[in-house]
């Protein structure tokens, strides 16, 4: 999740759903991504095209399990890294965000960097906001174990965010789910069918929610 408070609560972020993805290959392995994330707002450095900078967005631990794998991982925020500049849009009294791009790294080499496809939380001024924010999440690269992994991850969950004064930024707590399914190996062209798959009944899945 990240936040400008200059258009409301402009949080993004961010990392969902057991897609229905099928073995499409001998060579293809997928597993069930789940975590929890446990986010503050507070200041943070995120990685830019000249190195570290500092920034305010939210910040904090995520737990991971990928198959029978569970891990402490750390989460940065790669949306300034680089490439396409992440959207936000008002719609309707919410924000729709697309684009920001989040690392999680295992440890030894092995990182997942996912994507925001679309993700959406309520637009907001009030002096308190309690809502919740629905997201779905590509991967578009790893490293390690997880080099050349595709899949598709819903992030779901509520926040609450509260200003203290006009003068000084605000607090915030967010508690997210990440239900999701990744793979490896396989063909390319199955990777596209498999992720594309997933997307659709993780999308459909978000929006019976």
């Not at 997210?176 to 459909?204: D, P, W, Y």
């Amino acid at each position: 999740m990240r936040i400008q408070t200059s258009t409301g609560i402009m949080c993004a972020t961010a990392a969902l759903l057991v897609g229905g993805a099928s073995v499409l290959s001998a060579e293809e392995k997928c597993d069930e991504f789940r975590g929890v994330m446990q986010y503050k707002l507070g200041p943070a450095t995120i990685q830019t095209p000249s190195g570290p900078g500092e920034t305010y967005t939210w910040l904090g631990p995520t737990y991971v399990r990928v198959g029978a794998e569970e891990k402490l991982v750390t989460v940065t925020d790669f949306s300034d890294a680089g490439g396409p500049e992440p959207e936000a849009t008002s719609i309707a009294g919410w924000v729709v965000e697309r684009g920001v791009r989040m690392k999680f790294d295992f440890g030894n080499g092995d990182t997942l960097t996912f994507e925001i496809v679309t993700g959406a939380f309520e637009d907001s001024m009030d002096k308190v906001v309690y809502s919740k924010y629905y997201g779905v999440m590509e991967v578009i690269d790893g490293t390690g174990k997880y080099k050349g992994a595709y899949g598709v991850v819903l992030q779901i969950g509520p926040y609450v965010v509260w200003f203290t004064s006009p003068d000084l930024p605000p607090e915030g707590r967010y508690n997210g789910e990440l239900i999701g399914r990744v793979c490896t190996g396989g063909q390319a062209a199955a990777a596209l069918k498999n992720s594309a798959a997933m997307k659709a009944h993780t999308f459909g899945r978000l929006k019976a929610r």
